[in-house]
């Protein structure tokens, strides 16, 4: 692979990370209609990324696979690489990419694998995954001034609703809530931008083993709209902050949840 910048992109350039499938892939998909250049990231292989690359590129922007695990020091630097080597620019990092623990186990029960792999996951990659790309950011920023650069975190009501039989979970996105105040706060200095999503029960491969159980709970009143979300709900989301929309605001929270949020009488 060539290690200079084949041709600085002029379309804006959107990392999605864990946009192989679900909220993620939407996510790029919605981007794409949008303008933007994409790059999809996950760990499955690169031939299953295929078919939703050539969707991406049939909107007629560039589209990149990167196969990289967000949890591994290497492999976060492999992004940033790939990233100048084929675009020379940044404009939009979305922090998606994570994982339910692979096993429910109640908080008395935890082990510490899991709460080490997900918190790796949820929290270390994305925290030191937009430290990487904050610096690039900064740099880019000084030298151009038709960039815009906008961080967004994908957390989840799981940040503030407690779930103690997964409690690593919601532990690694109140983690993501602090973290977008934090970054939000260092980097408006340098006039970089942080909001955080928080997604509510989005029907993805991740809430497929508990489908039977919030199809209830919706259908008994769970959410004022009575309806699971899509990956598109938050899709649209990202886009709607993605375009600059909200140049007055950092550290804001969307939420895109149905009203879960609402405390109700
Ligand atoms: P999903 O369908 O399970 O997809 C997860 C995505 O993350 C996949 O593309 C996967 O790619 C990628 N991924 C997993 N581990 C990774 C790693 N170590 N490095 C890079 N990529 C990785 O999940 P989802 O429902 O779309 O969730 C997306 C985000 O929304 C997550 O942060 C999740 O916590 C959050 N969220 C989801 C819901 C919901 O109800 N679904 C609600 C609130 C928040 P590979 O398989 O290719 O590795």
Known sequence: MSSHINQISERP???????????GAAIALELAQNGFNLAINGRSPEEQVIPLINKIQSFGVKAIYIRADVSIGEDRNLILKELKEKFGRIDILVNNAGVA???????????????????????????FLTQLIAKWMIELKKERGDID???????????YTSSPERAEYCISKAGV????KLYAHRLSEYGIRVYE??????????????????DRLIAEGLTPIKRW?????????VVAIAKGYFPFSTGEVFNVDGGFHLRRL
Not at 177 to 180: D, E, H, K, L, V
């Open 13 to 23: 350039v959107a990392l999605v990370t864990g946009s192989t499938r679900g909220i």
């Open 101 to 127: 623990p692979e096993v429910r186990r109640d908080i008395l029960e935890v082990t510490e694998e899991s709460f080490d792999r997900v918190m790796a996951i949820n929290l270390k990659g994305p925290f």
């Open 149 to 159: 650069p906008i961080i967004i975190n994908i957390s989840s009501i799981s940040s």
């Open 177 to 180: 809530s602090m973290m977008t």
């Open 197 to 214: 999503i928080r997604p509510g029960i989005i029907l993805t491969d991740m809430t497929m083993p508990v489908k039977q159980k919030y």
């Open 229 to 237: 979300g899509r990956p598109e709900d938050v899709a649209k989301a």
